[in-house]
Each structure stands twice: as structure tokens, then as C-alpha cells.
């Protein structure tokens, strides 16, 4: 079983509407982190916590929020869907025994926005 | 200015040649230095780890970080189909930021 799940791995919505995103680690980190991925840009971090009481912006949070609701969970939403905002999103993890440089990635989700 | 700058690609090469991707950067405060791979509709995965300058390598794969010209390699000897991936380079500071390049998209033809 893979240790970073994303559910869904493929979505279409329409604009204005509310989604969420969910990933769950078994590899026992309480660090996660939530990426989007566009083509010529490389991952860009929206959010990312570093434990369950922590969560900080990254450099693109704006239109999107996250809750941690376990050490093992933390969702990604955006609460009003734009065009602009169809990527692949990677959810993420590192143990804070060996810092933020070792990330272990989900398999993405797929985000359509029409 | 992008802090760390890598050419998308794509290159192409046969298999069994020695392959080289290459990023620049311009903070000169990074001193961790990755380089992920990633197959198509896949989430990326660390592929090595190099802190602060010098070479490390593990098996067909070395990594070069050359921090005074804020440059950093991954040469990939004998390359395979298996290889064909985007590789992505990524560095940190030392803080919870780490940045990625764009990645570059390597096909080896069998």
C-alpha cells in the first residue's frame, strides 16, 4: 500500500464551486505539506503544517485552505473554484528528525476547473 | 529572476549514454540540495541528497553541487528506458521552505 494517499486522483468542477482535497500518510510524519504543480512553474507550496496545531501559509495560499485533522490527515480546499487554479496538486510529507529536505510525495490529484 | 533556474528540456539520448542535468540558482544561503525523479502521472520521489558542496553517488547516479558558481549536476551513467522521468532539482536553505526547478523531461531511446 502506498504510504501518501490523495483521494480523488482525477476531478472536474466548475468554476465557483467548493472542493476538497484529502491526503492521508501512514509513514507517521507530522510534517505535510500541499503543492501545485504547473507546467514551466515546478512545485510551488500553497500550505503546509508541521504538526497538528501548526499550520503556516506558503507562497501561493491565496483562493485555497487546509485543515489537519490528524497527524495522519490534511485536506486541502478551495472554497470558490477559478479557472486559473486547474494544476495537479501533490500532497507531501517529511519527518522533523530529518528535516524539511526529504519530502515524500502522493501521486497527485488532478484538478479541472471549467 | 527565478531562484533556481532548470532548461525543461526535452532531451533525448540512446541507451547506455551518460546523461547530464543541470540547474543554476541564486541564493547563495541554500545548502541542501535534492534531485527528484518523476514518471508520468506519478508523484515525485527523492532521488539523492547532497548537503553543502562536492559530489555523492549511488549506484549509475552522482550528484554535483559547485556552490560558488551556484551550480549543481545529476549525471546518470549507462542510462536505461527506465530512466525516462521529469528530474527535478530542489534545494533548501535550512528553513521549511524548499524550492523547486521546473524540472527537466529525459527520454532514453531504447
Known amino acids: 500500500d502506498a504510504d501518501v494517499t490523495q483521494t480523488p486522483r482525477n476531478r472536474i468542477t466548475k468554476t465557483g464551486k467548493r472542493i476538497m482535497l484529502e491526503c492521508s500518510q501512514t509513514?507517521?510524519?507530522?510534517?505535510m505539506y500541499w503543492y501545485r504543480q504547473d507546467p514551466g512553474l515546478g512545485l510551488r507550496l500553497i500550505y503546509y503544517?508541521?504538526?497538528?496545531?501548526?499550520?503556516n501559509k506558503g507562497e501561493i495560499s491565496d483562493g485555497y485552505s487546509v485543515s489537519r485533522q490528524a497527524q495522519a490527515k490534511f485536506s486541502l480546499s478551495l472554497e470558490s473554484a477559478i479557472p486559473n487554479q486547474t494544476a495537479l496538486y501533490f500532497c507531501a510529507t517529511s519527518d522533523r528528525k530529518t528535516g524539511t529536505y526529504e519530502q515524500y510525495f502522493g501521486p497527485g490529484t488532478r484538478l479541472t476547473v471549467t | 529572476q527565478k531562484e533556481v533556474e532548470q532548461d525543461p528540456g526535452p532531451l533525448s539520448v540512446p541507451e547506455g549514454a551518460i546523461v547530464s542535468l543541470n540547474c543554476t540558482y541564486s541564493?547563495?544561503?541554500?545548502?541542501?540540495f535534492m534531485w527528484y525523479r518523476q514518471y508520468s502521472r506519478k508523484g515525485p520521489e527523492l532521488l539523492m541528497y547532497?548537503?553543502?558542496?562536492g559530489n555523492k553517488e549511488d549506484g549509475r547516479f552522482t550528484a554535483q553541487v559547485d556552490k560558488s558558481s551556484k551550480y549543481i549536476s545529476l549525471f546518470i551513467r549507462d542510462s536505461q528506458p527506465s530512466d525516462s522521468a521529469t528530474y527535478l532539482c530542489?534545494?533548501?536553505?535550512?528553513?521549511?521552505?524548499?524550492?523547486f526547478g521546473a524540472g527537466t523531461r529525459l527520454f532514453v531511446k531504447a
Open positions: 547532497t548537503y553543502s558542496s
Open positions: 541564493n547563495s544561503a541554500f545548502q541542501y
Open positions: 530542489a534545494m533548501n536553505t535550512g528553513g521549511f521552505k524548499t524550492i
Open positions: 509513514k507517521g510524519h507530522d510534517r
Open positions: 503544517s508541521f504538526d497538528v496545531k501548526d499550520i
